[in-house]
């Protein structure tokens, strides 16, 4: 019987449809293929959703949001390598919002298995779950897996079209095709003469596609090299086009002001003196805010400030503390989950030392550069929506309901996104930019979020608190029994995505929780939700997030009672059940000189964290400057195996190391009488360069399936900075941010 993997990949050629004016080659992995989005012209040809040919030369379509991550280029470079064209020579786009471009990883993910025991019919179940994104027309970059969806299709896409050039070219040349090569964009014939394959596209629509072998990686030019960024120039030059940079005829500009009640509703206000202002258009009543079209988008945010709202209450409780209590209560209640129970933790081994701490982690925004942003042009019977999104076909549908349009009257054009990190996977601002449209229709109208809105009105990481009871006997951990609490962003996503309340275990609450790749014995991790009213999503690694600095501040708290060296315990544990782990701890041990001993003002601090199937390892070292305490140096190993571009899953690893420090050591989303009380980067601060400290990464590529790389730095860094605290302190991090019990340099 034919695997799974061997199905997919055969039905992946299947159901190829001719285009006007050129040809579309089946590159799906069921047999009722989505339509290919391409509309070629006159004298073009769409070979797949992912590569159009005209007499200017080869487009490819890398249809994931580029936020940053370098996706643009390694999807391109996933194409070009077997459609044997030069990454220079090409011109690569987003590509519109279409089934076509389903993510085929992101179903898998949600399989209820570890990720690092998965077995090789768990792997392939989760490739033919992959099916699902195409039916729910998931276009959506997310969850670390924009090189496990495209690492296949992409390359079977280019040699498909690839052998399909080849096929007419010895059409024309009355050869075998495989007496003829290609390089550079070139069919190449026995004697040596060249056809452009802008030359053979229009004959090629007349052939059948046939299933293509994928070249050996001993072949490879570009996967498993560093390849330039293809959008390095734009981005340093500043002709790189964001949303905030779109410009259209006759434009006008937009602000926003919304409850900062969050959920509360709006009573009525009073707009008499902003429209009274030179250069104001018009006041729209959003219904749960109110919106000014001006000249500019600075009038616009004057004359919105200037508007007397009467806003209602917020449906949570107002302070803070009050809302962390009602978080403690949910321990009160049964797990939504328990996926992992091994052994009995509910009886001590004899002899064994108990150790307990809890935890507790604040509320986060994301806190991207570019504002909340996007540009709508409503004529009546179409959308036009200009935004940086990370899920053109849902945000297609949403727009078309507010706008009370079929979905294919809606074009969504992808920009580049000035920072993502899951909040561009919401829809709140494409939905508010096309209610300002159509209250001025046929005229392109730019709504732009201020930053304090940006901050105020986000769908924050939860707030998280985590109870850890474990034991350690003869040096060893014998028992872990943890349980977190949290809002579900999960189940919350769900409800705003489709209207329907999500049930079942919540696997995202409790990942990087449940899933660590440690052999204790007696092993039990439970997730309660929360039942609040505050607006939470995914947020950089998501559960992963505050599950990592739970349990790895609670692994650094066992080997402490089991007076060992904290690398080493953990080294231990990883041995006997992932070898990958085990290594990336090995290597930072060998590339950080690790001792377990420091100098005096030095502390040193270790982690592990397993998410989006790549484990990561980091050590950070703090000193001890004239009483102010400085992050040092970073060394960071990671394994996702198969690394298609070794320097930017550095960059990847690095940044996302960055960005969980920045939240461990400054980041917190407080409230008071309902409203969230950070307004702005001066209440919200990140690390700087003079407070970065040197890093140095690692990628090793032991692992067996592809993990991810835009996620995984996160979650280590935070309980390996506490850690190095508590080796420099002896003061235990049991709370973030950290500049609430650390001198930090600032």
């Not at 940053?68 to 459609?83: N, S, Y």
């Not at 803070?320 to 933790?345: C, L, Q, W, Y």
């Not at 229709?441 to 009871?469: I, K, L």
């Not at 009488?673 to 032991?702: C, I, K, S, W």
Request: charged share 20%; aromatic share 8%; net charge negative.
């Amino acid at each position: 019987m034919a695997s799974v993997g061997k199905i997919l990949r055969r039905t992946f050629l299947i159901g190829s449809a001719a285009v006007v004016g050129g040809v579309a080659f089946g590159a799906y992995y069921v047999s009722r293929p989505a339509p290919n989005p391409l509309k070629p012209g006159e004298g073009e040809a769409a070979l797949n959703p992912f590569v159009l040919i005209d007499q200017n030369g080869v487009t490819l379509f890398a249809p994931r949001a580029e936020m940053g991550q370098g996706v643009k280029t390694t999807w391109a470079a996933l194409i070009a390598e077997e459609l044997d064209v030069d990454l220079d020579q090409v011109t690569v786009l987003h590509g519109p919002a279409a089934a076509a471009y389903y993510n085929s990883a992101m179903m898998g993910e949600s399989l209820p298995n570890k990720g690092y025991d998965i077995s090789n019919f768990q792997h392939n179940l989760a490739e033919a779950l992959g099916v699902v994104g195409r039916v729910l027309s998931l276009q959506v970059t997310g969850g670390s897996t924009s090189m496990k969806d495209g690492f296949e299709r992409m390359r079977l896409a280019g040699a498909s079209a690839r052998e399909t050039l080849k096929q007419a070219a010895a059409n024309r040349l009355d050869v075998d095709p495989s007496a003829l090569k290609t390089a550079s964009g070139f069919v190449i014939a026995p004697d040596g003469d060249k056809i452009a394959y802008t030359e053979l596209a229009i004959e090629a629509a007349a052939i059948e596609a046939a299933e293509a072998p994928l070249r050996d990686p001993s072949k490879w030019r570009y996967l498993g090299r560093t390849q330039p960024r293809l959008d390095m120039a734009g981005k340093v030059t500043g002709t790189a086009e964001f949303g905030v940079d779109v410009r259209l005829p006759g434009m006008k500009f937009a602000a926003v002001r919304m409850n900062p009640k969050l959920g509360g509703v709006m009573n009525g206000y009073d707009d008499s003196a902003a429209k009274t202002m030179p250069g104001v258009e018009k006041v729209v009543n959003l219904g749960t805010g109110v919106a000014v079209v001006a000249n500019n988008t600075w009038l616009a945010n004057q004359a919105v400030e200037a508007i007397d709202v009467d806003w209602g209450d917020a449906p949570y409780p107002s302070e803070t503390d009050e809302i962390f209590s009602h978080i403690a209560k949910a321990f009160d209640d049964a797990p939504n989950s328990t996926m992992r129970d091994d052994g009995d933790v509910t009886t001590l081994p004899d002899g064994a030392s108990e150790i307990t701490a809890e935890y507790k982690v604040p509320y986060l925004a994301h806190a991207t550069m570019e504002p909340m942003n996007a540009t709508a042009l409503f004529t009546g019977n179409a959308l036009e929506l200009w935004c940086g999104n990370q899920a053109p076909t849902l945000i297609q549908m949403r727009v078309a309901n507010v706008a009370n349009l079929d979905t294919e009257a809606v074009q969504i054009h992808t920009t580049y996104l000035g920072g993502g990190f899951g909040r561009r996977g919401e829809f709140d601002f494409g939905e508010i930019a096309t209610k300002v449209a159509m209250a001025m229709p046929n005229v392109p109208v730019q709504t732009t979020w201020s930053r304090e809105e940006d901050m105020r009105h986000d769908f924050y990481r939860p707030g998280a608190m985590a109870r850890m009871r474990g034991a350690v006997k003869d040096g060893q951990a014998v028992l872990i029994d943890g349980q977190v609490a949290a809002q579900s962003c999960a189940q919350q996503a769900v409800n705003r995505y489709t209207g329907l309340p999500a049930a079942g275990a919540d696997k995202v609450l409790v990942e990087g929780f449940f899933n660590q790749p440690y052999a204790v014995p007696n092993y039990r991790m439970s997730g309660h939700v929360v039942d609040l009213d505050i607006p939470v999503g995914f947020w950089r690694s998501v559960g992963n997030s505050h599950n990592g600095f739970f349990h790895e501040t609670f692994m650094d708290e066992l080997a402490l009672a089991a007076d060992r060296d904290p690398l080493d315990f953990r080294l231990e544990l990883a041995k006997s059940e992932h070898a990958p782990s085990a290594g990336c701890l090995e290597a930072v041990r060998e590339m950080s000189n690790w001792t377990g001993q420091t100098a005096k003002g030095v502390g040193r601090g270790v982690a592990l964290a397993y998410s989006f199937g790549t484990p990561v390892a980091q050590v950070i070292e703090v000193v001890d400057e004239d009483g102010t305490i400085r992050i040092n140096k970073a060394w960071i190993a990671c394994d996702m195996g198969l690394a298609l571009d070794p320097d930017n899953v550095k960059a990847q690893m690095f940044g996302g190391m960055m960005y969980g420090l920045s939240a461990a050591c400054f980041g917190e989303i407080t409230f008071s009488e309902g409203e969230v009380e950070q307004f702005n980067f001066p209440d919200y601060d990140a690390l700087r360069m003079h407070t970065a400290p040197q890093v140095e990464v690692r990628v090793l590529e032991t692992n067996r399936h592809m993990g991810g790389a835009g996620e995984p730095g996160t979650p280590p860094s935070m309980p390996a900075l506490g850690n190095a605290l508590f080796d420099l302190t002896g003061e235990r991090a049991r709370t973030l941010p950290l500049i609430n019990q650390f001198n930090l340099l600032i």
